[in-house]
T-cell receptor, first 112, second 112 residues
Framework: NAGVTQTPKFRVLKTGQSMTLLCAQD?????MYWYRQDPGMGLRLIHY???????AKGEVPDGYNVSRLKKQNFLLGLESAAPSQTSVYFC???????????FGQGTRLTVV | EDQVTQSPEALRLQEGESSSLNCSYT??????LFWYRQDPGKGPEFLFT???AGEEKEKERLKATLTKKESFLHITAPKPEDSATYLC????FGGGADGLTFGKGTHLIIQP
């Protein structure tokens, strides 16, 4: 049972480039989330999904887009990367809103 | 706006020296309060969920308690392997967004 898997683990982008982060879960969870973690800021919610085909904005959605075409996958896209998007990105999934969330191992993204 | 404040930011203890971490919160309506453990380079790992004031939960050397304004994570006779960053998070009613609001964490070091 893999849980939540994020791809890639590390990435360096140049300003203006685009990329997609992939999150896959094998627990049949309805809810999926993308967070970013920055030093001194804690984890902040970017976007989330309450089921296949749905997406919603979190606390810091600007500069990011998401898609949930399949229940098990949640994609986070950066259309034009900026240095301010340098961060560690975590995907998580949960069975319901108020239930434990399972996190992936993180993607460390550097934008130069 | 929901706020979660954790204290202290960092704590260094000797092996066997018990202590408590604090999480104070200001929210519109609490659905649940969560404690997670995060090791360096990894995603947060779920520890506890507390739903109402007066509730307590235990797991090995850890015990979490909840009041109407704060939660404590008590660590009894800690061991070096308890060294980690401990994160507190809340899930609230309303606000339009699901997902968790996190505190900045307490970095705990247990010295042998």
């Amino acid at each position: 049972n893999a849980g939540v898997t994020q791809t890639p683990k590390f990435r360096v982008l140049k300003t203006g480039q685009s990329m997609t982060l992939l999150c896959a879960q094998d627990m049949n969870h309805e809810y999926m989330y993308w967070y970013r973690q920055d030093p001194g800021m804690g984890l902040r919610l970017i976007h989330y999904s309450v089921g296949e085909g749905t997406t919603a904005k979190g606390e810091v959605p600007d500069g990011y887009n998401v898609s949930r075409l399949k229940k098990q996958n949640f994609l986070l896209g950066l259309e034009s990367a900026a240095p301010s998007q340098t961060s560690v990105y975590f995907c998580a999934s949960s069975y319901a809103t108020v239930s434990e969330a399972f996190f992936g191992q993180g993607t460390r993204l550097t934008v130069v | 706006e929901d706020q979660v404040t954790q204290s202290p930011e960092a704590l260094r203890l000797q092996e066997g020296e018990s202590s408590s971490l604090n999480c104070s919160y200001t929210v519109s309506g609490l659905r649940g309060l969560f404690w997670y453990r995060q090791d360096p380079g990894k995603g947060p790992e779920f520890l506890f969920t507390l739903y109402s004031a007066g509730e307590e939960k235990e797991k090995e050397r850890l015990k979490a308690t909840l009041t109407k304004k704060e939660s404590f994570l008590h660590i009894t006779a800690p061991k070096p392997e308890d060294s980690a960053t401990y994160l507190c998070a809340v899930q609230t009613f309303g606000g339009g967004a699901d997902g968790l609001t996190f505190g900045k964490g307490t970095h705990l070091i247990i010295q042998p």
